[in-house]
């Protein structure tokens, strides 16, 4: 092998991320923002439970950063692109590494979470597309008004099919959550003795209180507690 | 005892395979795996049947030349050993077995159980070395190496190469194996001068050679029969991304020598 040239920012960036690490790196990094966007997304939601107008005016608040809104949008939406196009190589990889599959294969220490990454991947996807359709844009709203969103959530979560589906899309947010948290440390070189259990038990709390958060919401409006 | 084996054979790496099942019914407790496979082959070959070939060399568990899958698992149930050094008495009497070869693009099967892990040998040959000649025994304190490194370098240079980590993973990737040499050098003072480079080329190498990448499963750290950390990769990772965000070239002018 001859040496590495590495002469443009270009030729670097492309270096590294043809290889299996780099596009690992990329997930990781992409992933850590989604992560924490979906923690404040989730946090800022909770004043749902503190009634109509606190909700409306958290969400007017939001409308009126206007230009910082849209940049942390397209900075979310670099994130998921850039998320899923590596995570389709590495998948597409994946299939290449082993082309003939074993008549019999046992796995001695992976979790239900990390074998399904490639499913709860794609789901979720599916979910935040409805997701922004029902309560974003509306089209996918029966009874969308543009400004009260406490009302938009009531409606949309009184129909339990819409509700259902929100539910079991968190519960795998929350899943893929549970192996990723861990594994974007791991994939970016954090990994010692000491800290790796706390980071592991960290990755599960995490996924936890996710899941438990968003899935509270439509439980709230079908049950009445919120209405 | 008695053992039921279903072998993948296969003639060579162009035919198809297939699992062909076998009865041995004289299987002593006390034989390796690997001697229960010795008897299984003298019964073949005495009956004109072609033997079941399988990798093996110093049958004591530091050679890496062993190792196939048993029952979904590379070098079987036990962990923390080879094939070699599995014996039967972990099995219980009429137990059916599943034994196939490591299965992975960069791995391809040559004959029955046996693999060409040649692989890896293009990946050290592209890093996995220092380059000081050797000459005679330095005086031992003139480098000092801290024995938290020093642990580290041993634990990590305990790989023997056998490929179970790339069988086991769900990628078939071979970070374990690579990484372990990548930590190994690195952190010894000897190694360090060509750390970036090295986990440039092997990172780059690995991936040609058709390897896939790694999803954290934790998979090969637990069935690696030396106990090789996945913490190796974690530094593998950090090594790639610093030598390839701080890559510089070499002078043209300067530094001949
Ligand atoms: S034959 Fe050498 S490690 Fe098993």
């Known amino acids: 092998m001859g040496t590495?040239?590495?002469?443009?920012?270009l030729e670097r960036t492309a270096f590294f991320y043809q290889s299996v690490v780099g596009k690992k790196v990329v997930m990781a990094v992409t992933g850590s923002v989604l992560c924490?966007?979906?923690?404040?997304?989730?946090?800022?939601?909770m004043q749902i439970y503190q009634g109509a107008e606190k909700l409306n005016n958290y969400a007017a608040f939001l409308q009126g950063l206007g230009a910082g809104l849209w940049a942390v949008r397209l900075v979310l939406l670099a994130c998921v692109g850039l998320h899923i196009l590596s995570a389709y190589q590495l998948w597409r990889l994946k299939l290449d590494a082993r082309p003939?599959?074993?008549?019999?294969?046992?796995?001695?220490?992976?979790?239900?979470?990390?074998?399904?990454?490639?499913?709860?991947g794609p789901i979720v996807l599916a979910f935040i597309i409805y997701h922004l359709l029902h309560f974003t844009t509306?089209?996918?709203?029966?009874?969308f008004r543009r400004g009260d969103v406490y009302h938009n959530v009531i409606a949309g979560f009184s129909n339990p099919a819409a509700s259902l589906f929100y539910?079991?899309?968190?519960?795998?947010?929350?899943?893929?959550?549970?192996?990723?948290?861990?594994?974007?440390f791991q994939t970016v070189g954090v990994n010692h003795p000491r800290y790796t259990p706390w980071l592991k038990r960290?990755?599960?709390a995490y996924a936890w209180v996710i899941g438990i958060g968003n899935v509270s919401f439509p439980l709230a409006v079908l049950t009445g507690i919120v209405k | 005892m008695k053992i039921i084996l279903n072998i993948w054979r296969q003639k060579n790496s162009s035919s198809p395979g297939k699992m062909v099942r076998y009865e041995l019914g004289n299987v002593n407790e006390h034989?390796?795996?690997?001697?229960?496979?010795?008897v299984l082959n003298e019964e073949l070959t005495r009956k004109g049947e072609e033997p079941v070939t399988f990798e093996h060399d110093c049958r004591?568990?530091?050679?890496?030349?062993?190792?196939?899958?048993i029952n979904g698992i590379p070098h079987g149930p036990e962990r923390g050993t080879t094939v070699c050094q599995l014996h039967m008495r972990h099995f219980h009497d009429g137990e059916e077995l599943w034994l196939e070869p490591f299965r992975a693009k960069a791995f391809p099967v040559l004959k029955d159980l046996m693999v060409d892990r040649s692989a890896f040998d293009r990946i050290i040959a592209a890093g996995g070395y220092i380059s000081i000649n050797t000459g005679s025994a330095p005086e031992a304190n003139s480098i000092p190496v801290k024995k938290q490194c020093a642990d580290r370098a041993m634990d990590a240079a305990a790989c023997i190469g056998c490929g179970a980590c790339v069988a086991a993973c769900p990628n078939a990737s071979a970070s374990l194996f690579v990484s372990a040499k990548i930590a190994h050098l690195g952190l010894l003072p000897q190694g360090e001068p060509e750390r970036d480079r090295r986990a440039m080329r092997m990172v780059l190498k690995m991936t040609e050679e058709g390897f896939g990448y790694c999803t954290n499963t934790g998979e090969c750290e637990a069935i690696c029969p030396k106990g090789v950390k996945i913490e190796n990769i974690a530094m593998m990772h950090r090594d790639f991304t610093r030598a390839v965000a701080l890559f510089r070239e070499e002078s043209k002018a300067g530094g001949a020598g």
Not at chain 2, 60 to 69: A, D, N, T, V
Request: glycine share 10%; proline share 2%; hydrophobic share 50%.
């Open chain 1, 138 to 143: 509306g089209q996918a709203h029966p009874d």
């Open chain 2, 31 to 38: 034989m390796s795996f690997l001697e229960m496979l010795d």
């Open chain 1, 4 to 9: 590495i040239a590495l002469n443009s920012g």
């Open chain 1, 36 to 45: 924490l966007f979906v923690l404040g997304h989730m946090l800022g939601n």
């Open chain 1, 100 to 120: 003939t599959p074993y008549v019999k294969k046992a796995t001695v220490a992976t979790t239900y979470a990390a074998r399904t990454m490639t499913w709860s």
């Open chain 1, 167 to 184: 539910i079991v899309a968190n519960i795998l947010l929350a899943i893929h959550l549970y192996h990723g948290v861990w594994s974007m």
């Open chain 2, 60 to 69: 004591e568990g530091i050679c890496g030349s062993c190792g196939f899958m």
């Open chain 1, 202 to 204: 960290l990755s599960k």
